[in-house]
Protein backbone atom coordinates (compact mmCIF):
# COMPACT_ATOMS: atom_id res chain seq x y z
CA UNK A 1 0.00 0.00 0.00
CA UNK A 2 1.61 3.31 -0.86
CA UNK A 3 2.50 5.60 2.54
CA UNK A 4 1.28 9.02 1.81
CA UNK A 5 2.53 11.69 4.83
CA UNK A 6 0.61 14.27 5.54
CA UNK A 7 2.63 17.78 7.18
CA UNK A 8 0.53 20.05 9.20
CA UNK A 9 1.09 23.70 9.38
CA UNK A 10 2.64 23.15 13.18
CA UNK A 11 5.40 20.50 11.49
CA UNK A 12 3.66 17.35 13.05
CA UNK A 13 2.98 14.43 10.22
CA UNK A 14 0.89 11.89 10.17
CA UNK A 15 1.77 8.78 7.69
CA UNK A 16 -1.23 6.88 6.48
CA UNK A 17 -1.50 3.68 4.46
CA UNK A 18 -3.31 4.81 0.74
CA UNK A 19 -5.25 1.96 -1.17
CA UNK A 20 -4.65 2.17 -5.02
CA UNK A 21 -7.79 4.09 -6.91
CA UNK A 22 -9.18 6.15 -3.81
CA UNK A 23 -8.73 9.38 -3.63
CA UNK A 24 -5.97 11.37 -1.24
CA UNK A 25 -8.94 13.11 0.33
CA UNK A 26 -10.75 9.94 0.67
CA UNK A 27 -7.87 8.72 2.82
CA UNK A 28 -7.63 11.72 4.63
CA UNK A 29 -11.04 12.43 5.69
CA UNK A 30 -11.52 9.03 6.94
CA UNK A 31 -8.61 9.65 9.22
CA UNK A 32 -9.24 12.82 10.68
CA UNK A 33 -7.11 15.28 8.82
CA UNK A 34 -9.88 18.01 9.66
CA UNK A 35 -7.59 20.62 7.67
CA UNK A 36 -9.28 19.09 4.54
CA UNK A 37 -12.58 20.38 5.02
CA UNK A 38 -14.73 18.45 1.66
CA UNK A 39 -17.24 20.18 1.80
CA UNK A 40 -18.71 19.23 -1.46
CA UNK A 41 -18.17 15.35 -1.10
CA UNK A 42 -15.12 15.23 -3.63
CA UNK A 43 -17.32 16.65 -6.56
CA UNK A 44 -14.59 19.63 -7.44
CA UNK A 45 -17.07 22.01 -6.23
CA UNK A 46 -15.99 23.55 -3.30
CA UNK A 47 -11.70 24.23 -3.41
CA UNK A 48 -11.63 22.80 0.41
CA UNK A 49 -9.73 19.66 -0.70
CA UNK A 50 -6.54 21.62 -0.85
CA UNK A 51 -3.45 20.63 -0.70
CA UNK A 52 0.19 21.35 -1.17
CA UNK A 53 2.67 19.05 -2.76
CA UNK A 54 6.37 19.00 -1.66
CA UNK A 55 8.13 20.42 -4.79
CA UNK A 56 9.85 17.34 -5.33
CA UNK A 57 7.03 15.30 -6.04
CA UNK A 58 5.00 17.85 -7.73
CA UNK A 59 6.27 16.56 -11.66
CA UNK A 60 5.46 12.61 -10.47
CA UNK A 61 1.78 13.48 -10.46
CA UNK A 62 -0.03 13.28 -13.16
CA UNK A 63 -1.14 16.74 -14.58
CA UNK A 64 -4.09 19.17 -13.43
CA UNK A 65 -7.58 18.77 -15.23
CA UNK A 66 -9.33 21.40 -16.88
CA UNK A 67 -11.59 21.35 -13.55
CA UNK A 68 -9.32 20.88 -11.07
CA UNK A 69 -7.50 24.13 -12.38
CA UNK A 70 -10.86 26.32 -12.82
CA UNK A 71 -11.46 25.17 -8.91
CA UNK A 72 -7.95 25.65 -7.25
CA UNK A 73 -7.74 29.51 -8.17
CA UNK A 74 -10.27 29.61 -5.26
CA UNK A 75 -8.70 28.28 -3.08
CA UNK A 76 -6.94 30.13 0.07
CA UNK A 77 -2.49 30.45 -0.33
CA UNK A 78 -2.48 28.68 -3.35
CA UNK A 79 1.29 27.57 -4.40
CA UNK A 80 2.51 26.24 -7.73
CA UNK A 81 2.93 22.56 -6.45
CA UNK A 82 -0.72 23.00 -4.96
CA UNK A 83 -3.68 20.49 -6.12
CA UNK A 84 -6.93 19.36 -4.81
CA UNK A 85 -6.75 16.02 -2.96
CA UNK A 86 -10.22 14.98 -4.10
CA UNK A 87 -9.04 15.05 -7.34
CA UNK A 88 -5.57 12.69 -6.75
CA UNK A 89 -6.40 9.36 -7.23
CA UNK A 90 -3.66 7.18 -5.65
CA UNK A 91 -1.42 4.99 -7.51
CA UNK A 92 1.39 2.56 -6.43
CA UNK A 93 3.91 4.97 -7.39
CA UNK A 94 2.69 7.37 -4.82
CA UNK A 95 4.49 5.83 -2.42
CA UNK A 96 6.35 8.37 -0.37
CA UNK A 97 4.08 11.05 -1.48
CA UNK A 98 4.44 14.06 0.97
CA UNK A 99 1.53 16.57 1.34
CA UNK A 100 1.06 20.07 3.15
CA UNK A 101 -1.76 20.80 4.71
CA UNK A 102 -2.86 24.53 4.68
CA UNK A 103 -4.15 26.32 7.37
CA UNK A 104 -6.88 27.46 5.60
CA UNK A 105 -8.90 26.25 2.60
CA UNK A 106 -10.48 29.09 0.93
CA UNK B 1 -36.23 3.74 -34.69
CA UNK B 2 -34.96 7.03 -36.77
CA UNK B 3 -33.02 8.92 -34.46
CA UNK B 4 -33.61 12.10 -37.09
CA UNK B 5 -36.68 11.94 -36.25
CA UNK B 6 -36.29 12.10 -32.09
CA UNK B 7 -36.93 15.99 -31.45
CA UNK B 8 -36.81 16.58 -27.60
CA UNK B 9 -39.03 19.72 -27.53
CA UNK B 10 -41.58 18.33 -29.00
CA UNK B 11 -44.50 17.94 -25.33
CA UNK B 12 -45.32 14.19 -27.22
CA UNK B 13 -42.19 13.22 -26.69
CA UNK B 14 -42.34 13.56 -22.59
CA UNK B 15 -45.82 12.11 -22.14
CA UNK B 16 -45.72 8.90 -19.32
CA UNK B 17 -42.28 7.71 -18.36
CA UNK B 18 -39.16 8.44 -20.23
CA UNK B 19 -38.55 7.12 -23.44
CA UNK B 20 -35.71 5.45 -22.50
CA UNK B 21 -35.52 3.70 -26.41
CA UNK B 22 -35.11 7.13 -27.94
CA UNK B 23 -32.20 8.35 -25.99
CA UNK B 24 -30.75 4.76 -27.11
CA UNK B 25 -31.40 5.47 -30.35
CA UNK B 26 -29.53 8.89 -30.10
CA UNK B 27 -26.45 7.70 -28.10
CA UNK B 28 -25.85 4.82 -30.82
CA UNK B 29 -26.98 6.87 -34.03
CA UNK B 30 -26.72 10.15 -33.57
CA UNK B 31 -25.24 11.08 -29.86
CA UNK B 32 -24.92 15.15 -30.53
CA UNK B 33 -27.77 16.19 -32.46
CA UNK B 34 -28.99 19.38 -32.77
CA UNK B 35 -32.96 20.38 -32.05
CA UNK B 36 -35.24 23.11 -32.84
CA UNK B 37 -38.28 24.21 -30.96
CA UNK B 38 -42.09 22.98 -31.77
CA UNK B 39 -44.90 25.22 -31.88
CA UNK B 40 -46.10 26.34 -28.88
CA UNK B 41 -44.80 29.47 -26.86
CA UNK B 42 -41.05 28.58 -27.27
CA UNK B 43 -41.24 28.51 -31.05
CA UNK B 44 -39.25 30.91 -33.13
CA UNK B 45 -36.59 30.47 -29.87
CA UNK B 46 -32.67 29.12 -30.79
CA UNK B 47 -32.30 25.54 -30.59
CA UNK B 48 -29.58 23.92 -29.44
CA UNK B 49 -27.20 20.90 -29.06
CA UNK B 50 -28.77 17.91 -27.36
CA UNK B 51 -25.55 15.44 -25.80
CA UNK B 52 -26.61 12.11 -25.10
CA UNK B 53 -23.47 10.19 -24.15
CA UNK B 54 -21.90 10.34 -20.88
CA UNK B 55 -18.18 11.27 -21.76
CA UNK B 56 -19.57 14.16 -23.89
CA UNK B 57 -21.39 15.16 -20.90
CA UNK B 58 -18.68 15.23 -18.45
CA UNK B 59 -16.30 17.09 -20.89
CA UNK B 60 -18.79 19.80 -20.83
CA UNK B 61 -19.66 19.79 -17.03
CA UNK B 62 -16.17 19.94 -16.06
CA UNK B 63 -14.91 22.85 -18.64
CA UNK B 64 -16.73 25.88 -16.97
CA UNK B 65 -14.38 28.07 -18.78
CA UNK B 66 -15.24 26.94 -22.61
CA UNK B 67 -18.96 25.77 -21.76
CA UNK B 68 -20.41 28.76 -19.14
CA UNK B 69 -23.78 29.04 -17.49
CA UNK B 70 -24.30 32.73 -18.23
CA UNK B 71 -26.41 34.17 -19.90
CA UNK B 72 -28.62 31.07 -18.60
CA UNK B 73 -29.50 27.24 -17.69
CA UNK B 74 -32.40 27.52 -19.35
CA UNK B 75 -33.23 25.19 -22.66
CA UNK B 76 -34.97 28.63 -23.91
CA UNK B 77 -33.79 31.77 -24.30
CA UNK B 78 -34.04 33.95 -21.48
CA UNK B 79 -31.68 37.39 -20.78
CA UNK B 80 -29.12 37.25 -17.52
CA UNK B 81 -31.34 38.90 -15.71
CA UNK B 82 -34.08 37.11 -16.09
CA UNK B 83 -31.92 33.98 -15.39
CA UNK B 84 -30.50 35.01 -12.27
CA UNK B 85 -33.69 35.52 -10.68
CA UNK B 86 -35.03 32.12 -11.53
CA UNK B 87 -31.95 30.30 -10.80
CA UNK B 88 -29.43 33.02 -9.19
CA UNK B 89 -25.67 31.73 -8.79
CA UNK B 90 -26.84 28.45 -10.53
CA UNK B 91 -26.99 30.85 -14.16
CA UNK B 92 -23.74 32.71 -12.84
CA UNK B 93 -19.95 31.94 -13.71
CA UNK B 94 -16.78 32.82 -12.50
CA UNK B 95 -15.56 34.17 -8.62
CA UNK B 96 -19.13 35.42 -8.34
CA UNK B 97 -20.54 32.02 -8.47
CA UNK B 98 -17.87 30.51 -6.33
CA UNK B 99 -18.12 33.37 -3.64
CA UNK B 100 -22.38 32.85 -3.77
CA UNK B 101 -22.07 29.26 -3.82
CA UNK B 102 -19.39 29.07 -0.87
CA UNK B 103 -21.97 30.82 1.50
CA UNK B 104 -24.46 28.05 1.83
CA UNK B 105 -21.77 25.12 0.65
CA UNK B 106 -20.35 24.45 3.97
CA UNK B 107 -23.46 24.04 5.69
CA UNK B 108 -25.08 21.30 2.91
CA UNK B 109 -21.72 19.67 3.10
CA UNK B 110 -21.73 15.98 4.30
CA UNK B 111 -20.85 17.26 8.15
CA UNK B 112 -23.19 20.87 7.75
CA UNK B 113 -26.73 18.47 7.11
CA UNK B 114 -26.29 16.33 10.49
CA UNK B 115 -27.42 19.16 11.78
CA UNK B 116 -30.36 18.71 10.36
CA UNK B 117 -31.22 14.78 10.36
CA UNK B 118 -33.52 14.44 13.75
CA UNK B 119 -35.62 16.76 12.06
CA UNK B 120 -35.73 14.75 8.93
CA UNK B 121 -36.21 11.71 11.06
CA UNK B 122 -39.11 13.09 12.49
CA UNK B 123 -40.86 13.81 9.66
CA UNK B 124 -40.56 10.52 7.74
CA UNK B 125 -41.69 8.63 10.74
CA UNK B 126 -45.18 10.99 10.71
CA UNK B 127 -45.90 10.28 7.13
CA UNK B 128 -44.45 6.33 6.78
CA UNK B 129 -46.78 5.62 9.95
CA UNK B 130 -49.60 7.70 8.50
CA UNK B 131 -49.36 5.78 5.27
CA UNK B 132 -49.25 2.33 7.28
CA UNK B 133 -52.35 3.28 9.29
CA UNK B 134 -54.36 4.11 6.01
CA UNK B 135 -52.81 1.28 4.59
CA UNK B 136 -53.23 2.35 0.93
CA UNK B 137 -52.37 5.99 -0.22
CA UNK B 138 -50.94 8.22 -3.12
CA UNK B 139 -47.25 7.39 -2.19
CA UNK B 140 -46.40 10.50 -4.88
CA UNK B 141 -48.39 13.16 -2.54
CA UNK B 142 -49.03 11.49 0.64
CA UNK B 143 -45.38 10.40 1.92
CA UNK B 144 -42.43 11.21 -0.68
CA UNK B 145 -43.19 14.57 -1.42
CA UNK B 146 -44.40 16.30 1.61
CA UNK B 147 -41.28 15.04 3.20
CA UNK B 148 -38.38 16.91 1.69
CA UNK B 149 -41.19 19.86 1.52
CA UNK B 150 -41.10 19.73 5.00
CA UNK B 151 -37.26 19.49 5.16
CA UNK B 152 -36.39 22.12 3.33
CA UNK B 153 -39.09 24.80 4.36
CA UNK B 154 -38.15 23.79 8.64
CA UNK B 155 -34.43 24.72 7.50
CA UNK B 156 -35.21 27.88 5.67
CA UNK B 157 -37.57 29.25 8.17
CA UNK B 158 -41.42 28.46 6.18
CA UNK B 159 -44.07 27.94 8.22
CA UNK B 160 -45.81 24.44 7.86
CA UNK B 161 -48.99 26.06 6.90
CA UNK B 162 -47.01 27.13 4.05
CA UNK B 163 -45.22 24.15 3.01
CA UNK B 164 -48.01 22.90 0.32
CA UNK B 165 -48.03 26.16 -1.18
CA UNK B 166 -44.35 26.14 -1.48
CA UNK B 167 -44.76 22.75 -3.00
CA UNK B 168 -47.56 23.66 -5.34
CA UNK B 169 -45.09 26.76 -6.56
CA UNK B 170 -42.00 24.57 -7.03
CA UNK B 171 -43.30 22.21 -8.90
CA UNK B 172 -45.47 24.24 -11.60
CA UNK B 173 -41.71 26.56 -11.37
CA UNK B 174 -39.88 23.26 -12.59
CA UNK B 175 -42.03 21.14 -14.18
CA UNK B 176 -44.56 23.90 -15.41
CA UNK B 177 -43.47 23.24 -19.29
CA UNK B 178 -45.55 20.29 -18.68
CA UNK B 179 -48.77 21.34 -20.25
CA UNK B 180 -51.10 20.28 -17.38
CA UNK B 181 -49.07 22.50 -14.85
CA UNK B 182 -49.85 25.64 -16.82
CA UNK B 183 -46.71 25.19 -19.72
CA UNK B 184 -43.77 27.12 -20.81
CA UNK B 185 -45.16 30.35 -20.25
CA UNK B 186 -46.88 30.28 -17.16
CA UNK B 187 -43.00 29.48 -15.63
CA UNK B 188 -41.58 33.03 -14.99
CA UNK B 189 -45.06 33.97 -12.64
CA UNK B 190 -44.41 30.60 -10.20
CA UNK B 191 -40.50 31.86 -9.88
CA UNK B 192 -41.79 35.02 -9.02
CA UNK B 193 -44.18 34.26 -6.80
CA UNK B 194 -41.62 32.29 -4.81
CA UNK B 195 -39.02 35.07 -4.65
CA UNK B 196 -41.76 37.62 -3.38
CA UNK B 197 -42.70 35.09 -0.70
CA UNK B 198 -38.73 34.65 0.30
CA UNK B 199 -38.13 38.58 -0.25
CA UNK B 200 -41.27 38.82 2.41
CA UNK B 201 -39.77 36.30 4.95
CA UNK B 202 -36.56 37.71 4.55
CA UNK B 203 -37.87 40.70 5.27
CA UNK B 204 -39.81 39.21 8.83
CA UNK B 205 -36.39 37.83 9.89
CA UNK B 206 -34.76 40.99 9.45
CA UNK B 207 -37.04 42.55 11.91
CA UNK B 208 -37.02 39.68 14.54
CA UNK B 209 -34.20 36.57 13.26
CA UNK B 210 -35.08 33.10 14.44
CA UNK B 211 -32.54 29.71 13.86
CA UNK B 212 -33.21 29.57 10.21
CA UNK B 213 -31.36 29.70 7.01
CA UNK B 214 -33.00 32.96 5.88
CA UNK B 215 -32.24 34.81 9.03
CA UNK B 216 -28.64 33.35 8.87
CA UNK B 217 -28.25 34.70 5.13
CA UNK B 218 -29.02 38.19 6.88
CA UNK B 219 -25.48 37.91 9.16
CA UNK B 220 -23.29 36.93 5.69
CA UNK B 221 -21.18 39.23 3.85
CA UNK B 222 -19.78 39.01 0.19
CA UNK B 223 -17.82 41.14 -1.22
CA UNK B 224 -18.03 43.48 1.67
CA UNK B 225 -21.95 43.79 1.79
CA UNK B 226 -24.86 41.97 3.22
CA UNK B 227 -27.67 40.49 1.10
CA UNK B 228 -30.48 42.84 0.13
CA UNK B 229 -34.38 41.03 1.41
CA UNK B 230 -34.54 40.53 -2.75
CA UNK B 231 -31.88 38.39 -3.17
CA UNK B 232 -32.08 36.78 0.01
CA UNK B 233 -35.41 36.19 -1.86
CA UNK B 234 -34.23 34.55 -5.09
CA UNK B 235 -32.16 32.20 -2.51
CA UNK B 236 -34.72 31.09 -0.42
CA UNK B 237 -36.91 30.23 -3.93
CA UNK B 238 -33.49 28.52 -5.21
CA UNK B 239 -33.16 26.10 -2.66
CA UNK B 240 -36.41 25.55 -2.20
CA UNK B 241 -37.22 24.86 -5.66
CA UNK B 242 -34.04 22.56 -5.46
CA UNK B 243 -34.65 20.63 -2.25
CA UNK B 244 -38.35 19.63 -3.08
CA UNK B 245 -38.89 18.60 -6.19
CA UNK B 246 -35.95 16.52 -6.67
CA UNK B 247 -35.89 14.23 -3.45
CA UNK B 248 -39.79 14.09 -3.84
CA UNK B 249 -39.25 12.67 -6.96
CA UNK B 250 -36.33 10.10 -6.03
CA UNK B 251 -38.64 8.80 -3.26
CA UNK B 252 -42.03 8.39 -5.24
CA UNK B 253 -40.32 6.61 -7.63
CA UNK B 254 -38.46 4.29 -5.10
CA UNK B 255 -41.72 2.89 -4.41
CA UNK B 256 -42.01 2.17 -7.73
CA UNK B 257 -38.57 0.36 -8.60
CA UNK B 258 -39.91 -1.57 -5.07
CA UNK B 259 -43.00 -3.06 -7.04
CA UNK B 260 -41.10 -3.57 -10.00
CA UNK B 261 -38.31 -5.06 -8.55
CA UNK B 262 -38.91 -6.88 -5.21
CA UNK B 263 -35.77 -8.79 -5.28
CA UNK B 264 -33.83 -5.66 -4.92
CA UNK B 265 -36.28 -4.57 -2.04
CA UNK B 266 -35.92 -7.44 -0.28
CA UNK B 267 -32.52 -7.31 -0.34
CA UNK B 268 -32.05 -3.74 0.91
CA UNK B 269 -34.36 -5.06 4.10
CA UNK B 270 -31.69 -7.13 4.96
CA UNK B 271 -29.29 -4.63 5.56
CA UNK B 272 -31.72 -1.08 5.59
CA UNK B 273 -28.78 0.73 6.48
CA UNK B 274 -25.88 -1.08 5.45
CA UNK B 275 -26.83 -1.07 1.56
CA UNK B 276 -28.65 2.90 1.80
CA UNK B 277 -25.47 4.60 0.61
CA UNK B 278 -24.93 2.24 -2.71
CA UNK B 279 -28.68 1.99 -3.25
CA UNK B 280 -29.48 5.62 -3.09
CA UNK B 281 -26.98 6.47 -5.77
CA UNK B 282 -28.58 3.89 -7.90
CA UNK B 283 -31.82 5.66 -7.62
CA UNK B 284 -30.61 8.74 -8.61
CA UNK B 285 -28.77 7.25 -11.18
CA UNK B 286 -31.87 5.58 -12.95
CA UNK B 287 -34.15 8.44 -12.08
CA UNK B 288 -32.10 11.43 -12.52
CA UNK B 289 -34.56 13.67 -11.53
CA UNK B 290 -33.37 16.75 -13.43
CA UNK B 291 -33.22 15.74 -16.43
CA UNK B 292 -30.76 18.08 -18.16
CA UNK B 293 -28.94 21.29 -17.75
CA UNK B 294 -27.79 23.55 -20.22
CA UNK B 295 -24.75 25.53 -20.77
CA UNK B 296 -23.23 28.09 -23.49
CA UNK B 297 -19.97 27.40 -25.80
CA UNK B 298 -17.99 30.57 -25.06
CA UNK B 299 -15.84 30.16 -28.28
CA UNK B 300 -15.98 28.27 -31.33
CA UNK B 301 -15.21 24.45 -30.66
CA UNK B 302 -15.70 21.17 -31.04
CA UNK B 303 -17.04 18.28 -29.22
CA UNK B 304 -16.16 14.06 -30.67
CA UNK B 305 -16.03 15.90 -33.73
CA UNK B 306 -19.05 17.91 -33.66
CA UNK B 307 -18.33 21.77 -34.08
CA UNK B 308 -20.15 23.79 -31.92
CA UNK B 309 -20.16 27.50 -32.13
CA UNK B 310 -19.59 29.99 -29.78
CA UNK B 311 -23.12 30.92 -28.34
CA UNK B 312 -24.68 28.05 -29.00
CA UNK B 313 -26.47 25.91 -26.61
CA UNK B 314 -25.18 22.74 -25.70
CA UNK B 315 -27.99 20.40 -23.77
CA UNK B 316 -26.20 17.77 -21.20
CA UNK B 317 -29.14 15.27 -20.86
CA UNK B 318 -27.87 13.30 -17.73
CA UNK B 319 -31.05 10.92 -17.86
CA UNK B 320 -29.13 9.45 -21.24
CA UNK B 321 -26.00 9.42 -19.49
CA UNK B 322 -26.74 7.55 -16.67
CA UNK B 323 -28.10 4.92 -18.93
CA UNK B 324 -24.82 5.03 -21.39
CA UNK B 325 -23.77 1.21 -22.12
CA UNK B 326 -20.81 1.92 -22.04
CA UNK B 327 -20.50 3.10 -18.36
CA UNK B 328 -22.83 0.89 -16.97
CA UNK B 329 -23.65 -2.60 -17.28
CA UNK B 330 -27.26 -3.17 -17.82
CA UNK B 331 -27.81 -0.12 -17.70
CA UNK B 332 -31.51 -0.39 -17.37
CA UNK B 333 -31.57 -2.30 -14.43
CA UNK B 334 -32.45 -1.23 -10.53
CA UNK B 335 -29.13 -2.82 -8.95
CA UNK B 336 -28.77 -1.51 -5.25
CA UNK B 337 -24.87 -3.24 -5.07
CA UNK B 338 -24.11 -1.60 -8.24
CA UNK B 339 -20.43 -0.91 -7.76
CA UNK B 340 -18.33 1.12 -9.28
CA UNK B 341 -21.47 3.61 -9.83
CA UNK B 342 -19.79 6.91 -11.06
CA UNK B 343 -23.55 8.31 -12.32
CA UNK B 344 -24.08 11.92 -13.50
CA UNK B 345 -27.54 12.10 -10.96
CA UNK B 346 -26.09 15.30 -9.53
CA UNK B 347 -24.62 16.56 -12.65
CA UNK B 348 -21.57 15.62 -14.42
CA UNK B 349 -19.20 17.39 -12.19
CA UNK B 350 -17.53 20.70 -11.47
CA UNK B 351 -18.21 23.48 -9.94
CA UNK B 352 -21.81 23.21 -10.44
CA UNK B 353 -22.20 19.81 -8.75
CA UNK B 354 -26.04 19.17 -7.27
CA UNK B 355 -25.11 21.76 -3.96
CA UNK B 356 -28.05 20.03 -2.43
CA UNK B 357 -26.97 16.01 -2.79
CA UNK B 358 -25.43 15.50 0.84
CA UNK B 359 -28.77 16.60 1.85
CA UNK B 360 -30.63 14.24 -0.31
CA UNK B 361 -28.10 11.48 0.70
CA UNK B 362 -28.74 12.27 4.55
CA UNK B 363 -32.90 11.96 3.86
CA UNK B 364 -33.13 9.17 1.25
CA UNK B 365 -32.11 6.51 3.56
CA UNK B 366 -34.32 7.57 6.02
CA UNK B 367 -37.40 7.25 4.06
CA UNK B 368 -36.17 3.80 2.25
CA UNK B 369 -35.68 2.48 5.94
CA UNK B 370 -38.79 3.67 7.54
CA UNK B 371 -40.49 2.39 3.92
CA UNK B 372 -38.63 -0.78 4.25
CA UNK B 373 -39.63 -1.35 7.80
CA UNK B 374 -43.32 -0.62 8.04
CA UNK B 375 -45.05 -0.77 4.21
CA UNK B 376 -44.19 -4.29 3.01
CA UNK B 377 -45.55 -5.73 -0.28
CA UNK B 378 -46.49 -2.70 -1.86
CA UNK B 379 -48.79 -2.93 -4.64
CA UNK B 380 -50.39 -1.13 -7.38
CA UNK B 381 -53.68 0.66 -6.45
CA UNK B 382 -54.29 3.06 -9.23
CA UNK B 383 -52.35 4.13 -12.42
CA UNK B 384 -49.55 6.05 -11.59
CA UNK B 385 -49.19 9.82 -13.10
CA UNK B 386 -46.13 10.87 -14.55
CA UNK B 387 -44.92 14.48 -15.23
CA UNK B 388 -45.04 15.37 -18.70
CA UNK B 389 -41.84 17.34 -18.47
CA UNK B 390 -38.36 17.29 -20.28
CA UNK B 391 -36.98 18.75 -17.12
CA UNK B 392 -38.02 16.98 -14.25
CA UNK B 393 -39.05 13.47 -14.24
CA UNK B 394 -41.58 13.78 -11.29
CA UNK B 395 -44.77 11.50 -10.63
CA UNK B 396 -47.73 13.38 -10.02
CA UNK B 397 -49.67 10.26 -8.68
CA UNK B 398 -48.69 6.58 -7.44
CA UNK B 399 -51.90 4.89 -5.58
CA UNK B 400 -50.17 2.01 -3.56
CA UNK B 401 -51.34 -0.41 -0.88
CA UNK B 402 -49.23 -2.08 1.75
CA UNK B 403 -49.21 -5.10 3.76
CA UNK B 404 -52.23 -6.91 2.08
CA UNK B 405 -52.58 -10.17 4.34
CA UNK B 406 -49.67 -9.10 6.79
CA UNK B 407 -50.28 -8.76 10.47
CA UNK B 408 -48.47 -5.57 11.42
Avoid at chain 1, 62 to 78: L, N, R, S, W, Y
Avoid at chain 2, 190 to 219: C, I, Q, W
Avoid at chain 2, 254 to 271: C, H, V
Wanted: overall charge negative.
Amino acid sequence: MPKITFIRADGSQQVLDGAVGQSVMQLATAHGISEIEADCGGACACATFHVIVEPDWAGRLPPQGVMEADMITFAAGVTPTSRLSCQLTITDNMDGLILHLPTQQV
Amino acid sequence: MDATKINLTDPAFWQGPVNFEAFATLRRDLPISWHDFCEGPEHGMTGFWALTRYDDIVTVSQNSSLFRNQPSTYIGDQSEEEAQHEGWFLNMDGPRHFMLRSVVQKILSPKGVERYRANAEAHATALVLAAKEKGEVDFATDVAQPYPVAVICDFLGAPPSDRKHMHYLTQHALAGDAPELGGPASVASYFKELNDYGTALARERRRSPKDDFVSYLHTVEVDGRRFTDEEIGVQFQLLVTAGMETTGTVGTHMMRLFMENPDQMALWATDPDGLAAGAVEEMVRLITPVMHMRRTAAEDTEIAGQKIAAGDKVVMWFISGNRDETKFQHPDHFHIQRNPNPHMGFGGGGRHTCLGAHLARMELPILAKLTLKHLSRPEPAGEPVYVASRFANGMLSLPVRFNQGVRT
